[in-house]
């Protein structure tokens, strides 16, 4: 497809309507003067190809586009293309029945703009899409390849040259149509949300609450009926037990006004038994006065003077004694000073002698190496003088050192000589001695066999034993483990039931309904189903539970009603079946609102701060869903009554802040939290299972190895016996003399080896002294070049001699300043600190002795005062109880006259209760007449049907149903339905 025609009208510089014919298909140029509009004909083609970037055309709008903008009369400007399409493999899709293809684009003066195909107008995108299909994408920055942009794309980068060759491969199209469809997805899913936002956020809220509504007018029409039945049953029952009382009335009456006569008789018996223990009471107290004479009085005054002179004295004695034993206590205070000094001097004094050894050390150390200088130097002026250093360190001449040499070899081989003589010798006895034992050896070949097959008995039963695979101190260990586990399972059960006697409500047993009944339908108490990770929310959260940490988790209604009926539990429970309940979780967003009023950290939902398994996850809900938990009784207060939170806070310690108005809190026992003891009953309980678990194991391993211990023992037996066999033989073989006979030619080898090893030292020894006298001799050879390196030799080891000497000495001098330091802190300083305490010590003991005068005296006039009080007290004792028998019958008489008192006022008691009953039952009687005339005339169905009050199986039998539950639940609907 290629360029035939281009029409031109309006366009740029183009007023008039201007036609270019006859295009090239392979190649087009157009040539004139400046100004004559040659570009403005590249820019009609691109403008109908649609570019995008009107940059390259060289205006900034469409507008620009048109002749003079529009001001010469000229509104509108239209560019026409026709295509050439006979080559139908370059064909647009769509249009291959067309062999021309004219496109027009036009733009007018305001901004609008219109392209027509063919004479159909078509959209941007269908165009594009059109010349996009035969790779004619304008947009594309290497479409045109304009002036100077042919070096750009000869140094193209492989990423752009790869972009140009999708574009003129034709795959970019479906690229950015694939991106084009993203965004719609994108635009689509956006739009997708927002509905789904709107039935969240507007049309599920409005559908529940009229479901809730439907809901709550029928639960209105069932509590409307059920409360018409209950009025009626406790109308009738409240009816007949008014009727009861009306009838019942007259008989009560006379039986009370008995007991009121009764009554009066006992009250004037009381009466004047009490004016006779008067009279008694009067003439006891005359005769205790006259009794309690002045003699009393001086006894109880001498008493007081004397335990205020005891007190007097006791307290010197205790300041006294306070003054010994502070005393006491400055002498031991002295003491340890005196023993610490003299450990100090102890140490100091060990120090000094350490650091006198060292410096001795160093002293010899330094006479040592002033020593090895001399005699470096000494053996540098001898290598001088062409003396060297011999074996011994002797300084000899070369032929002296190399006369020496040759002695120390004679005697080298003179003692080779011995040892070899020796070593024949020893050569010939063993041959000798081999020749008697062959002699013996069918003797000595059965006894060894015995002792063979002894061991072979005993290599036996130990390889039966080792089969076996017994370990005796596996074995004791195990039992002592079965010990020490058997304690601890007992230590752990006393546990648990301490914890569990502690916490009875706690305990929940239940029998199995039926033979096949599943126990894992009943998930367990509330408190059993989760834990407090974190123990301080723990009194939090047993005040949120409340008692449903008591309430019993099913799967669902069924299993519950069997439990109730069937499970023979012991006390009443409510049932939580997971299938039916309902929570009210407080929102997330509502928990974030909070979080940020006070903080993270300090506000959480009791619901996140406890774990519990999945499957109980609807009853945690229940329990704690709808509170809040906070750290303070400020930041609990300020998220409670905060607008956009209203929900019911706990703190920590267990108060509540209620947004409708109530606050819970006061003195509560945090030492007893439920939750925090239950946490402790399941770890016990845990340790039990473990240590129960560990001693089935043991026992196990126990019972297995107790097969083997039968064969183990009878075994280990039969080894201790052949193990005695085996060393009888032994010894038995080791006294024979053939026996004796090898051990000596063992033994004579063994000196053989020896020699051998002897003769090889000496050959050794005689080839080094060779060597050495052969070395003598090249040194005598070369005695010039050898002395050169002797002396170098010996001005080195001077070197080193000297700055080892110089070491030395620094160090021998820093060790004597040191002695000196420590001698003088010694004896100077530590000497007469010592000496200061040993000189305070006696004035402190003659302090002591001083003071221990003092407490005797005190003790002695302590002791006088004690013995005067005894004889006043014995004498005071006997006064009183002349007095107490007086007393006595006194308080018996006052008893009996505040008995007769007590029985007169119970009778007057009694007497009120039984005329205020005479009048509370002619009252009731009244209101029971007057209840019964009321309910005939208020309740016209009671007329027709009271014959059938308290009748059997009838709608009013009142032994089968519970009236004061029934007329509670009245109520309570009577309120629900309000």
Same mark, same amino acid.
């Given at each position: ?30 040539t004139g003067l400046n100004g004559s509009g040659k570009s403005n004909i590249l820019d009609a083609i691109c403008f109908v190809l649609g570019i995008s970037n009107l940059s390259q055309v060289r205006a900034t709008s469409l507008q620009e586009l048109v002749y003079k903008n529009g001001q010469a009369g000229i509104t509108k400007a239209s560019v026409t293309i026709v295509f050439d399409n006979s080559d139908k493999k370059q064909t647009p899709v769509g249009y291959e029945n067309f062999d021309e293809l004219t496109i027009t684009r036009q733009v007018v003066v305001g901004g609008r703009n219109r392209y027509l195909i063919n004479g159909s107008n078509a959209n941007n995108n269908r165009v594009s899409d059109l010349f996009r299909s035969v790779q004619l994408n304008i947009n594309n920055p290497h479409f045109l390849i304009m002036q100077g942009r042919i070096t750009k794309v000869l140094n193209m980068k492989p990423k ?200 001795? !050390? ?392 020896? /020699? ?22 090249? !040194? ?149 007449? /007057? ?48």
């Amino acid at each position: 497809m290629y360029i035939k025609e281009v029409i031109i009208d309006g366009f740029k510089s183009y007023a008039q309507r201007t036609h270019v014919k006859n295009f090239d298909p392979m190649f087009n140029a157009i040539t004139g003067l400046n100004g004559s509009g040659k570009s403005n004909i590249l820019d009609a083609i691109c403008f109908v190809l649609g570019i995008s970037n009107l940059s390259q055309v060289r205006a900034t709008s469409l507008q620009e586009l048109v002749y003079k903008n529009g001001q010469a009369g000229i509104t509108k400007a239209s560019v026409t293309i026709v295509f050439d399409n006979s080559d139908k493999k370059q064909t647009p899709v769509g249009y291959e029945n067309f062999d021309e293809l004219t496109i027009t684009r036009q733009v007018v003066v305001g901004g609008r703009n219109r392209y027509l195909i063919n004479g159909s107008n078509a959209n941007n995108n269908r165009v594009s899409d059109l010349f996009r299909s035969v790779q004619l994408n304008i947009n594309n920055p290497h479409f045109l390849i304009m002036q100077g942009r042919i070096t750009k794309v000869l140094n193209m980068k492989p990423k752009e040259i790869l972009s140009m060759i999708e574009e003129a491969a034709g795959t970019s199209l479906y690229e950015s149509k694939k991106q084009s469809a993203l965004k719609t997805i994108e635009k689509k899913d956006n739009k997708l949300t927002d509905i789904n936002k709107i039935l969240d956020e507007e049309l599920n809220p409005t559908l529940e609450k009229l479901k809730a509504e439907r809901a709550s007018y029928l639960e209105y029409q069932k509590i409307q009926r059920h409360i018409e039945t209950l009025t009626r049953l406790v109308v009738a029952y409240k009816y007949t037990r008014a009727q009861h009382v009306d009838q019942n009335a007259a008989g009560e009456v006379l039986s009370l006004q008995d007991q009121i006569n009764t009554v009066d008789n006992d009250v004037v018996a009381s009466k004047s038994e009490i004016e006779r223990l008067k009279e008694e009471i009067s003439r006891l107290e005359q005769t205790r006065k006259g009794q309690a004479s002045s003699k009393l009085e001086v006894l109880e005054s001498e008493m007081t003077d004397i335990s205020k002179r005891e007190v007097k004295a006791t307290s010197d004695l205790d300041n006294v004694l306070d003054a010994v034993r502070q005393e006491e206590k400055e002498k031991e205070s002295m003491l340890r000073s005196i023993a610490n000094t003299e450990k100090l001097i102890s140490n100091k004094s060990e120090e000094l002698t350490a650091v006198r050894e060292e410096a001795e !050390k160093y002293k010899e150390l330094e006479e040592k190496e002033r020593g090895n200088v001399e005699r470096a130097e000494s053996n540098y002026t001898q290598v001088q003088a062409g003396q060297m250093e011999g074996e011994d360190g002797e300084q000899l001449t070369y032929t002296e050192h190399l006369m020496k040499l040759k002695d120390s070899l004679s005697e080298a081989q003179t003692a080779n000589q011995q040892a070899n003589l020796k070593l024949a010798h020893s050569q010939s006895s063993i041959k000798k001695m081999e020749t008697d034992c062959k002699k013996a050896e069918w003797e000595i070949a059965r006894e060894k066999g015995e002792f063979d097959t002894a061991v072979t008995v005993v290599e036996g039963v130990e390889r039966r034993i080792e089969k076996l695979g017994f370990s005796q101190e596996v074995h004791s260990e195990l039992q002592n483990e079965k010990c020490e586990l058997e304690n601890k399972v007992a230590k752990a059960s006393k546990q648990v039931n301490e914890l569990v006697n502690k916490f009875p409500q706690l305990q929940f047993d239940y029998v199995s309904p039926d033979r096949h009944f599943d126990r894992s339908r009943v998930k367990g108490l509330v408190a059993d189903l989760f834990t407090v990770p974190d123990n301080q929310y723990a009194m939090a959260l047993e005040v949120a539970a409340g008692g449903r940490l008591y309430n019993v988790v099913t799967d669902n209604e069924d299993t519950s009603a069997l439990l109730i009926k069937h499970g023979q539990l012991r006390r009443r429970y409510v049932m939580i079946p997971l299938n039916k309940i309902r929570s009210n979780v407080i929102d997330r967003e509502v928990v974030n609102s909070a979080k940020r009023l006070v903080g993270g950290d300090n506000c959480h939902l009791a619901l996140d701060v406890i774990q519990f398994d999945k499957q109980v996850e609807p009853a945690m809900k229940f329990c704690f869903g709808g509170v809040l938990i906070c750290k303070t009784k400020e930041q609990a207060k300020k998220v409670a009554f905060d607008k956009s939170v209203k929900r019911k806070v706990i703190t920590l310690e267990g108060d509540v802040y209620d947004p409708a108005g109530t606050l819970t809190g006061g003195s509560r026992n945090t030492s007893r939290c439920v939750l925090k003891e239950l946490s402790a009953c399941k770890q016990s309980r845990s340790d039990l299972t473990q240590y129960k678990e560990q001693y089935r194991q043991v026992e196990g391993e126990l019972s297995k190895m107790e097969r083997v211990v039968h064969q183990w023992e009878e075994l280990t037996g039969q080894l201790r016996l052949k193990k005695h066999e085996r060393d009888l033989l032994e010894e038995r073989l080791k006294q024979t003399s053939h026996y004796k006979d090898i051990e000596e030619l063992r033994r004579t080898k063994e000196d053989l080896a020896k /020699q051998k090893e002897i003769v090889d030292n000496f050959n050794d020894k005689e080839k080094s002294l060779l060597k050495k006298c052969a070395e003598v001799e090249a !040194k005598m050879k070369n005695f010039k070049s050898e002395q050169e390196k002797e002396l170098k030799k010996s001005e080195k080891r001077i070197l080193d001699a000297k700055s080892k000497l110089n070491k030395c000495s620094k160090e021998a001098k820093a060790k004597v300043n040191k002695l000196k330091e420590l001698e003088l802190e010694v004896s100077s300083e530590l000497a007469k600190e010592l000496e200061g305490l040993r000189e305070q010590l006696p004035k402190c003991e003659e302090a002591i002795a001083a003071a221990q005068e003092l407490v005797e005296g005190a003790q002695l006039k302590l002791t006088e005062c004690a013995a005067v009080r005894e004889t006043l007290a014995a004498e005071l004792g006997a006064q009183r109880e002349l007095i107490q028998q007086c007393s006595a019958e006194i308080e018996n008489f006052v008893k009996e006259q505040k008995a007769a008192e007590k029985q007169i006022s119970s009778c007057g008691i009694k007497l009120k209760e039984l005329t205020h009953k005479l009048s509370k039952l002619n009252k009731e009687a009244s209101e029971a007449k /007057q209840q019964v005339q009321y309910y005939l005339n208020n309740y016209e169905w009671i007329a027709s049907e009271k014959q059938y009050f308290g009748q059997r199986d009838t709608a009013y039998d009142f032994e089968k149903q519970d009236l004061k539950e029934s007329d509670k639940k009245l109520e309570r609907l009577k309120a629900s339905k309000e």
